[in-house]
C-alpha cells in the first residue's frame, strides 16, 4: 500500500465518530479531513476503516457499487448494527437489490405518498396547537418525532397505541447505526440490545402481516407491498417484514432530526427565517440547506471490493470506506460560500440521501414531511427560543438530537 504525505497515521488525525470531541463538534474534524487529508485510515478500530471527506470522491464511490460493496464484510461486527442486522436491500447490490428496491418503490411513488398529506398536516397542526399552548416543550419529543412517528405508524398501518413501542425501538437503533465500525473493543451491552431489539422487531412484524392478511386494508404502504406485482413478481413474506423493518429504521430519526434541525437553522439563522416569512416559496430551498448543512446520517458504510485508489493512498480490497455526507456537503470545491445557509443562491445537489442505487427511497416523503413543519411553523410561530442546549446521542455518525427545550410565540 502506498502511504503518502496525506495519509497520515490515526495518531495524527484520529477522530472517532463516538468521541465526545466528536459528538460535540464534528466539523473541525470535518474541515481537516477537507483541506489537508482527504483519506484517512482508522485503524485502532476492532476493524480497519477508511475515512473519505471530497464531494468527488464521496459520489464516486456511491455510484460504483460494483467496487464499493453495500454488503457487509465482517458479518460478526456488522451484527452489531441495528440498521444492519436484518437482511433488507440497504444492504444488497444490483440485481438482487433491484428487484426488491423495484417492488418497494411501488409504495413510493408521489401519487402514494400524497394520500398521506392530510395526515401530516393534522398532526402537525396539532402539535404546532400544544407547542404554542404550553410555556416550555421539547422540540423532538414533543414536535418532530411526533410527526415522524405519526407518519411511520400510518405509513406502516401500525396500531396507533404501538407509538411507543416504536420509540422505544427507534432510541435503540440510532445508539447502533453503523456504530461498531468505530469500536476500539466489543461492547456486549451493545450486541445484547441489538440481538434483543432485532428480535422483538421480527416478532411483531411477523405477527402484524398474519394481522393484515386476516384484515386487508388499503390506507397503509405495508398492505400496497403485499398485494404489489412487477413483472410477475410479487414479495415473500420474509421479504416483506424485512423492508418494513428497513422502512422504520431508514425513515423515523432521519425525518426527526431533519424537522428538528429546519428549527434550528431558523434560530441561527434569523435573517434567512425572515426572508421565509416574507416568502414561503423558498421553503424547499430551505429544507435543502438543512439538509446540506445537517444531514440527519453524517455518513454510510460501503465494503472495498477491489483495490481503490484516492489521492495516491490504495484502499486494499477487504476493508470498509466511511463516506462523510457532512464533510462532502461543504466541499468548497462545490458549494460557495460552503458554510453559509442561503435559501437565495441555487445549489449543486447535496449527498445528504446518498446517490447511484441506493439513493435514499423515501426522500420524498422525508421533505413533504419536512414541508408540512415549515408551512406549520410560517402560519403559526412568529419567534421561537431554544432553552439551552441540545442533547445530543452519544453515536456520531448521526445527527441525532434526543431532546431540545424551546418556547414558540405565536404569530
Ligand atoms: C431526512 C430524512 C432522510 C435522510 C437524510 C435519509 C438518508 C438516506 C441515505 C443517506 C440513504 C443511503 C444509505 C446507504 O446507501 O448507505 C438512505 C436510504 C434509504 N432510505 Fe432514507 N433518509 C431519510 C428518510 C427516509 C424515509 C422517510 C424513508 C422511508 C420511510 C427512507 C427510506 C430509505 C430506504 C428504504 C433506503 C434504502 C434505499 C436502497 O437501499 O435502495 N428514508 N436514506
Redesign the pocket.
Known amino acids: 500500500m502506498i502511504e503518502s504525505a496525506n495519509s497520515p497515521s490515526p495518531q495524527a488525525f484520529g477522530f472517532n465518530a463516538l468521541s465526545d470531541a466528536f459528538i460535540k463538534d464534528p466539523l473541525p474534524f470535518m474541515t481537516k479531513g477537507l483541506s489537508e487529508h482527504p483519506i484517512v485510515k482508522h485503524d485502532v478500530t476492532l476493524d480497519p476503516v477508511y475515512s473519505i471527506f471530497r464531494y468527488e470522491d464521496v459520489k464516486r464511490v456511491?455510484l460504483d457499487w460494483e467496487t464499493f460493496s453495500?454488503e457487509p464484510i465482517n458479518t460478526d461486527l456488522d451484527a452489531l448494527n441495528l440498521g444492519r442486522a436484518t437482511e433488507?436491500?440497504?444492504?444488497?447490490n444490483p440485481p438482487r437489490?433491484t428487484r426488491l428496491?423495484g417492488l418497494?418503490q411501488q409504495g413510493?411513488f408521489p401519487k402514494v405518498i400524497k394520500k398521506f398529506l392530510p395526515r401530516a398536516e393534522q398532526i402537525a397542526k396539532e402539535r404546532f396547537e400544544y407547542a404554542l399552548k404550553v410555556d416550555e416543550f421539547d422540540l423532538v419529543n414533543d414536535v418532530s418525532s411526533q410527526l415522524?412517528i405519526g407518519?411511520?405508524t400510518g405509513?406502516l398501518g401500525l396500531p396507533a397505541d404501538d407509538w411507543s413501542i416504536v420509540r422505544d425501538w427507534t432510541n435503540t437503533m440510532q445508539r447502533n447505526t453503523m456504530a461498531s465500525f468505530w469500536l476500539t473493543e466489543w461492547d456486549d451491552e451493545r450486541a445484547d440490545s441489538v440481538v434483543r431489539v432485532t428480535q422483538e422487531m421480527a416478532d411483531y412484524f411477523h405477527d402484524h402481516l398474519k394481522f393484515l392478511r386476516k384484515n386487508p386494508q388499503d390506507d397503509n404502504i405495508l398492505s400496497t407491498l403485499m398485494t404489489t406485482e412487477l413483472d410477475g413478481e410479487r414479495f415473500s413474506d420474509e421479504e416483506i417484514e424485512s423492508?418494513a423493518m428497513?422502512?422504520?429504521l431508514?425513515?423515523?430519526e432521519?425525518?426527526t432530526?431533519?424537522i428538528t434541525n429546519f428549527i434550528r437553522c431558523m434560530v441561527r439563522y434569523p435573517s434567512q427565517f425572515e426572508l421565509l416569512k416574507k416568502d414561503p416559496n423558498l421553503i424547499d430551498a430551505a429544507i435543502e440547506e438543512t439538509?446540506r448543512l445537517e444531514?440527519?446520517?453524517r455518513m454510510?458504510?460501503?465494503s472495498v471490493c477491489k483495490d481503490a485508489e484516492f489521492h495516491g493512498v490504495t484502499i486494499p480490497a477487504g476493508n470498509s470506506v466511511a463516506l462523510w455526507?457532512l464533510a462532502a456537503n461543504r466541499d468548497p470545491s462545490v458549494f460557495e460560500k460552503p458554510n453559509n445557509f442561503d435559501i437565495t443562491t441555487k445549489r449543486p445537489r447535496h449527498?445528504?440521501?446518498?446517490g447511484?442505487?441506493?439513493?435514499?427511497?423515501?426522500?420524498p416523503?422525508?421533505?413533504m414531511?419536512?414541508r408540512v413543519a415549515a408551512n406549520t411553523l410560517l402560519q403559526r410561530v412568529n419567534q421561537i427560543e431554544l432553552l439551552g442546549d441540545p442533547q445530543m446521542s452519544d453515536n456520531g455518525n448521526l445527527n441525532n438530537i434526543l431532546s431540545l427545550k424551546a418556547r414558540f410565540h405565536g404569530l
Open positions: 456511491l453495500s433488507n436491500f440497504i444492504l444488497m437489490h428496491r418497494a413510493f415522524t407518519m411511520i405509513i423492508t428497513l422502512l422504520l431508514a425513515g423515523n432521519t425525518t432530526n431533519l439538509l444531514p440527519s446520517l454510510t458504510i460501503r455526507f449527498l445528504s440521501f446518498a447511484g442505487p441506493h439513493f435514499c427511497l423515501g426522500a416523503l422525508a421533505r414531511e419536512a
